[in-house]
């Protein structure tokens, strides 16, 4: 399984952006899916923005048209790119990797988002 280590998390007051990375220890040119995941206290883990195949993207309503996920190949790098962010997008943001379909996934350690003013 690949290694994945987040960083980029902090305390923005709402309406403010901020960009995650997850560096992963081999390369992801080829892997299935790489992605982000988050919870929140007392709710489960969920889904925020992922990549298919290398080109497909998928993102939760309730980010849409507020995050970009995008992946650098040569840096073997996924980030995240948040922006207008909200009070209820506070929670540990995890990197996910599964390379094929059927593979165990890899998570990172996550990182804290705290949205407050």
């Known amino acids: 399984q690949v290694q994945l280590v987040e960083s980029g998390g902090g305390l923005v007051q709402p309406g403010g952006s901020l960009r995650l990375s997850c560096v992963a220890s081999g390369s992801i040119f080829s892997i299935y899916a790489v992605g982000w995941y988050r919870q929140a206290p007392g709710k489960q883990r969920e889904l925020v923005a992922r990549?298919?195949?290398?080109?497909?993207?998928n993102y939760a309503d309730s980010v849409k048209g507020r995050f970009t996920i995008s992946r650098d190949n040569a840096e073997n790098t996924v980030y995240l790119q948040m922006s207008s962010l909200k009070p209820e997008d506070t929670a540990v943001y995890y990197c996910?990797?599964?390379?094929?379909?059927?593979?165990?996934?890899?998570w990172g350690q996550g990182t804290q988002v705290t949205v407050s003013s």
């Open positions: 996910n990797a599964r390379a094929t379909p059927i593979s165990g996934d890899s």
């Open positions: 990549i298919l195949s290398g080109t497909i993207t």
